[in-house]
């Protein structure tokens, strides 16, 4: 045999060594056909074993690689590199992985070893038909997509834009801000959210690197890393945005009032409205679902008072299509709904509220003006805030939502601050108060007087035992720390609603070609290395899109990926996938099915020689053309019928005296 | 003779085995103790521990204190316990596994008659496949656990209304197939000496 | 001693042209008793009755909500678990029955809400009961642990189903509230507060009834209300009735044919 292959076991310390024999691994691997040295080695991935495989190239004149340690998706790129550096075509280095497929997966050492064998026998069979690849250098498109224009979405594209690279900034409603703009004061500092969020939406306006798109959704994604193509569907706001000036003259003559989505509906709005006072942009929106002139025909006020002729009730959605390097998604989350669990009485009780309805009754330019209030204007002088309401709970979502323990203590010091006299019970079930300043916080709010009682509502009731709980809502836990059951009544009851994926979630993810957890969340490409990464490259993830998360996280995540965004624009270049399809011009019968097959449009017919070609730069490499081409013409590299029936042939070399089955199937842990 | 330390270490092991043939029952480790279950029993109060304490006992592996609780006696099979468990525990069934355990183990329970009604009951059932409430009362009237007087006016009312008959309890009408009830719980003794 | 509640579901199946027919030689199900003896016999039990059902190729039909949890739990234990179906068809084979997982469980309310449905008893609704307001009580095993065709804590199927004969359903929270079950046997006094809140919170939320659609609710309602009025020197009198005799009313039944002149607190003059 002409080809000199090495192999290396990798130890990864004891995570494989411990299970896997990894001396006999190697003397059965140095006794395999071509191999000319095999060694193994506590940290392959270490430089000196890196080193080892770069010297052996050199003095052994290596001509193919087998790596066995862990997962390629872990550590492929940087053996790749070791052997370039040693002067190989990377693609001729393969690995196999003997962590997650064999160490972590069993207990039994005898068969771990064999499963490890097997697989290296499969892998040294597989590597002599290897062939040298070459990967494209493509130029990138220097701007980014940012989706969601709340503080994750604002984070990044302040960021992305100071780096001197263009930003398209695209929120679903008429202004950006998002959640946090809903917020009244923030744990636990205190500070008022909108004054520290405000300046930023400003900013953002007046940014000449950020175009917002604000009361715009994605329509259509399509390219790749570096060359994504994004159609923007801008829906029709019925006023000219050039020419409104923000006056409001047209939402105070409106005749119509709707229920205000921003203060949960616990005000009005009229037809034709901006969000919030400080809105950004501060451009009036027509909802037309509501306006007397769409619904009856009727009305046109607003249009008749506009002194700078900004309405326009035949506007239509507008598609904007941007070309970009990068996509940051950042949309945000949906609050649990809280009338999923009846027996909390929300919908049936009048003072029943849900956090962030409660946020809003906060907050000095929300439905009562800050002012503590029941529905029938009474000060309260009891209320209970009742957490994990639709998180930890194998009913609803089984996550920990994160924020909820630390805002509910939030609520109970500001209801002390507004009513001092007032009482307020906080009923959890374990008090989660682990960032920068909470734990502080948690014993502050405990010595203003709260009663925190450990235990679960058990329900919200009306229905009185005693006189003393006439007119009152009776919320019943058990103060597990006592273990009595107690029915407390009180006036208002606060419910600590958890964070939801957003409802859009799962077409977000179809677009971008996401993946979406048991959780309903965006999944990152690694839980720890890789946080605002995702399994498509060049589309990243910030805020709560990835799992529910306080401010200060957010922010740190949404500065990671504009980060990520900034890092792969300023590289100038993207490398082309190496295992694109290639055709053999001799094949090819021209019967063009593996055009309508491809998913990315890579495959086009030359009319003149009458056979397919296929643009590698659009290639993603997924193999459908190969699998289906009827004349066997088109091979994907890396990925040829040679390769894979040699590896599939090293794995049933029968070599020792075991029956196969018990050699490849491992024991359930 | 086994010794007492033998005789709960096998209890403890029958008790295991149990757990993880009834459904879910594996879940009581992943308990949160957050008091959801004793808070929603209609009944805790007649309880000396509850749901949330007895799964802390179960857990905790002090199965003679389990065993020797009012708890499960009194429970009145409502499951708003399981239905509202966040750890998705079938509470009620749990339940219902350490009264078997507690028949079982011998090991005396305070009752509140349970074991009388439950006994006269399944007499009823064995004996006719059906259960007559005049029957099924009067059985218990004569073991002292309804007290004749109390209930004679509710019975004489129920008489001239029609709701119930002097001779039901006299004609001793059963299933047709009475026999199959007879085998199956000897089959079932069977099983469970074998 | 729930003569009235079997004889006005027949009545009122048999005026919407439905055909009942009765599980030949069924057993009792042990209701909650075997649970706390034997599992495998209550799941026999119960399975018994599924396979006779099973041999007459029919469904199973019931009124009673303890028997309705019963036979889910051992459809679906036998469902979920391979070995103890095997155990109880070993079983059942000595009696020459067995038992495929064919059968389907239905509670009779289920039933009239889901398959009979709005339109059919409307049209069969001669003398709606107009101005008539009505607690309904669904008890606790009909939604739980199986909420098969409802909310498990506040089901909303009796709520329709009254409005469709005209009455009114008033909003009654405890409608899944333990009314005791069998712990009425035993321990009288800690049931006799249940019932209590149960009883005024419907008095006090306007309702003239209360219907029920299990045997053991019922019971423990209708018999021991006197009990109640004693113990906390209170003067309720409100119906309790099984929800089949309201509607046998609204479908112009007589008194007689639905039982109505057994229950103990007989309903208001001007709906009979």
Request: proline share 5%; charged share 25%; net charge positive.
């Amino acid at each position: 045999m002409k080809e000199k292959i090495g192999v290396y076991v990798c130890h990864c310390g004891k995570n494989i060594a411990e299970t896997v024999d990894v001396e006999e691994v190697t003397k059965f691997a140095s006794g395999l056909p071509g191999v000319k040295i095999a060694r193994h080695y506590i940290y392959m991935c270490s430089e000196p074993g890196q080193e080892l495989i770069k010297k052996d190239i050199k003095e052994h004149g290596l001509t193919r690689v087998v790596v066995a340690a862990c997962s390629p998706t872990m550590h492929e790129p940087t053996f790749r590199r070791a052997c370039a550096d040693g002067g190989l075509n990377p693609y001729l280095c393969h690995m196999v992985n003997i962590r997650e497929h064999v160490s972590w997966v069993t207990e039994d050492k005898e068969l771990a070893t064999e499963k490890a064998m097997d697989l290296i026998a499969a892998a040294v069979n597989r590597v002599i038909y290897n062939e040298p690849i070459q990967t494209k250098k493509l130029p990138i498109v220097p701007a980014v997509l940012v989706v969601g224009g709340g503080i994750a979405g604002i984070t990044t594209a302040l960021n992305v834009a100071e780096a001197g690279i263009k930003v398209y900034l695209v929120e679903k409603t008429p202004s950006i801000g998002g959640r946090m703009a809903q917020l009244d004061k923030t744990f636990p500092t205190l500070d008022c959210a909108s004054c520290i969020l405000t300046p930023k939406m400003v900013e953002v306006a007046k940014h000449p690197n950020i175009q917002i798109l604000a009361y715009s959704e994605i329509e259509e994604v399509s390219g790749y890393v570096g060359n994504f193509k994004v159609k923007i569907r801008k829906k029709p706001r019925y006023v000219d945005e050039s020419k409104c000036t923000g006056c409001g003259t047209c939402a105070e003559k409106c005749p119509v009032r709707v229920p205000n989505e921003f203060d949960m509906g616990l005000s009005s709005r009229k037809a034709i409205y901006i969000p919030f006072p400080q809105a950004v942009p501060r451009k009036y929106t027509i909802d037309a679902e509501h306006c007397l002139y769409f619904q009856k025909g009727v009305c046109r006020v607003c249009e008749k008072f506009c002194d700078r002729k900004a309405i326009d009730f035949n506007q239509k959605p507008e598609i904007i299509e941007v070309e970009v390097g990068a996509i940051v998604i950042a949309t945000g989350y949906d609050i649990f709904d809280a009338s999923k669990i009846p027996r909390y009485g929300y919908g049936r009780f009048d003072n029943v509220f849900t956090s962030l309805e409660f946020e809003r009754i906060l907050n000095a330019s929300g439905p009562t003006n800050g002012k503590i209030v029941l529905k029938d204007g009474r000060t309260p002088s009891s209320i209970a805030i009742i957490h994990c309401v639709g998180s930890r709970d194998e009913n609803y979502n089984k996550y920990c939502s994160r924020v909820c323990c630390m805002y509910s203590l939030k609520f109970a010091h500001m209801i002390k601050e507004r009513i001092p006299d007032a009482k307020v019970y906080e009923f959890y079930i374990d008090m989660r108060a682990f960032g920068k300043g909470y734990e502080e916080f948690y014993k502050r709010v405990m010595e203003e007087g709260v009663e925190i009682i450990r235990g679960k509502v058990a329900e919200v009731t009306d229905i009185p035992l005693t006189p003393e709980e006439e007119g009152k809502l009776i919320v019943v836990a058990e103060d597990t720390l006592l273990g009595v059951v107690r029915r407390v009544p009180v006036d208002m009851v606060i419910l600590s609603v958890g964070l939801v994926p957003r409802k859009d979630a799962p077409e977000i993810a179809r677009m971008f070609n996401l993946s979406i957890g048991n959780d309903g969340f965006f999944i990152e490409k690694h839980p720890k290395l890789a946080p605002v990464a995702t399994a498509t490259s060049g589309i990243f993830i910030a805020g709560c899109c990835q799992g529910p998360k306080d401010i200060p996280d957010t922010v740190a995540q949404a500065e990671a990926a504009a980060a990520e965004a900034i890092d792969l624009i300023s590289k100038g270049y993207v490398e082309t996938e190496p295992y694109v399809s290639i055709v053999d011009p001799e094949r090819c019968s021209g019967c063009r099915i593996c055009i309508s097959l491809c998913p990315y449009g890579a495959i086009s017919f030359n009319k003149d020689k009458e056979i397919v070609q296929i643009n590698d730069a659009l290639c993603k490499g997924c193999g459908t053309c190969a699998s289906a081409c009827p004349s066997g013409a088109i091979k994907q590299l890396y990925f040829t019928d040679k390769q894979i029936l040699s590896e599939i042939a090293g794995l049933l070399a029968v070599k020792k005296e075991k029956p196969p089955e018990s050699i490849v199937v491992s024991k359930p842990s | 003779m086994r010794t007492k330390k033998q005789e709960g270490l096998m209890l403890e092991q029958a008790f295991k085995d149990d757990l993880r043939t009834i459904l879910d029952g594996n879940k009581i480790e992943a308990c949160l103790q957050c008091g959801t279950c004793t808070a929603s029993c209609p009944v805790s109060y007649l309880m000396d521990y509850g749901p949330r304490k007895l799964v802390a006992l179960c857990r905790n592996g002090m199965l003679e204190e389990v065993l020797r609780s009012n708890t499960p006696w009194m429970c009145v099979s409502c499951y708003l316990c399981t239905t509202r468990c966040p750890a998705g525990i079938r509470i009620t069934d749990l339940l219902y596994e350490i009264k078997r355990l507690a028949k079982k183990s011998g090991i005396n329970q305070p009752t509140n008659g349970y074991e009388v009604l439950s006994e006269k009951f399944i007499e009823q059932v064995e004996k006719y496949g059906r259960v007559n409430e005049m029957r099924l009362t009067m059985s218990l009237i004569l073991k002292n656990l309804s007290r004749m007087f109390d209930t004679v006016p509710l019975g004489l009312k129920l008489l001239r209304k029609g709701r119930i008959s002097l001779t039901s309890i006299i004609k001793s009408e059963s299933i047709k197939n009475i026999k199959d009830l007879t085998q199956i719980s000897e089959r079932i003794k069977l099983r469970g000496s074998g | 001693m729930q003569k009235p509640y079997d004889i006005s579901t027949r009545a009122i199946m048999k005026h919407l042209g439905a055909d009942l027919v009765e599980l030949e030689d069924w057993n009792c199900c042990g209701a909650t008793f075997y649970h706390s003896v034997d599992e495998l016999q209550a799941l026999v039990l119960s399975a018994r009755n599924l396979a006779l059902a099973e041999r007459m190729g029919n469904n199973l039909l019931t009124i009673c909500n303890a028997c309705y949890t019963n036979l889910l739990k051992t459809n679906m234990y036998l469902k979920k678990n391979a070995n103890l179906n095997k155990t109880v068809n070993e079983i059942l084979e000595k009696i020459g029955l067995s038992y495929h997982g064919s059968v389907k469980v239905r509670h009779i309310l289920e039933v009239l809400v889901n398959d009979v449905g709005e339109q059919s008893i409307k049209e069969k609704v001669i003398s709606p009961l107009k101005d008539f307001k009505v607690a309904p009580y669904y008890g606790c095993q009909i939604v739980r642990p199986f909420h098969i065709f409802d909310d498990p804590e506040f089901p909303t199927s009796m709520d329709r189903l009254i409005s469709w004969i005209g009455a009114t359903a008033v909003s009654y929270p405890l409608k899944t509230k333990c009314c005791g079950g069998m712990l009425s046997f035993l321990n009288k006094e800690a049931c006799l507060g249940l019932i209590k809140d149960l009883l005024q919170s419907a008095v006090k939320s306007g309702a003239e009834c209360i219907a029920t659609c299990c045997p053991l609710c019922q019971t423990n309602l209708e018999m021991f209300q006197e009990d109640v009025n004693k113990k906390y020197n209170i003067q309720l009198s409100i119906p309790i009735v099984p929800f089949t005799q309201l509607i046998g009313l609204a479908f112009g039944l007589s008194p007689d044919e639905i039982g109505l002149k057994a229950m103990l607190v007989p309903l208001k003059k001007k709906i009979t």
